[in-house]
């Protein structure tokens, strides 16, 4: 008896919150229009394989491991002086989130970690289809010296 109350409520719960929970609906339909306004305090948005310079002394450029999709994809960032030798003197940061839906995703402000090579790496979890964007951080002797936003569609 207990336990087939249980269930009852259990499928009510289910039920309920599938009526009142458009989530994945509203991500889809709202993406295009929010990333288009989306924040300008994340700086440039960047292309992947492309040169970004910090300043005149160095530049970097970032790429992913896989095309994006769902799942945990790595973030590569690799920083060179001007001279083309790696520069690994930086920190970088990246925080992930569905512009959409400020906060739903968010992995908040996370450190790359350094390979042997001096790339910089950051795992991305992509948990839900849609426009994503992860703001990155540069920082010279704990001192920000460039933000720039990467944006994908999944
Ligand atoms: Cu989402």
């Known amino acids: 008896?207990?336990?087939?109350?249980?269930?009852?409520i259990g499928v009510i719960a289910i039920a309920s919150w599938a009526i009142s929970s458009s989530t994945f609906q509203d991500c889809r339909v709202f993406s295009t229009s929010e990333v288009l306004g989306a924040?300008?305090?994340t700086?440039?948005?960047?292309?992947?394989?492309?040169?970004?310079?910090?300043?005149?002394e160095r530049y970097f450029t970032y790429d992913f491991d896989k095309k994006p999709q769902m799942g945990t994809i790595i973030m590569k960032v690799q920083v060179f002086a001007k001279d083309g030798k790696q520069d690994t003197s930086l920190e970088i940061t990246g925080s992930a989130d569905m512009p959409s839906m400020k906060g739903a995703h968010s992995s908040g402000e996370t450190l790359f970690?350094?390979?042997k090579k001096g790339d910089?790496?950051?795992p991305v979890n992509v948990v839900m289809p849609g426009e994503w964007e992860v703001v990155l951080n540069f920082l010279k002797d704990k001192k920000p010296i460039y933000t720039?936003?990467?944006?994908?569609?999944v």
């Open 1 to 8: 008896m207990l336990g087939k109350i249980t269930k009852l």
């Open 120 to 122: 910089y790496l950051l």
């Open 148 to 153: 720039g936003s990467v944006r994908f569609n």
């Open 43 to 56: 700086g440039p948005v960047l292309k992947a394989g492309q040169k970004y310079w910090i300043g005149d």
């Open 39 to 41: 924040d300008k305090s």
């Open 113 to 115: 970690k350094m390979n």
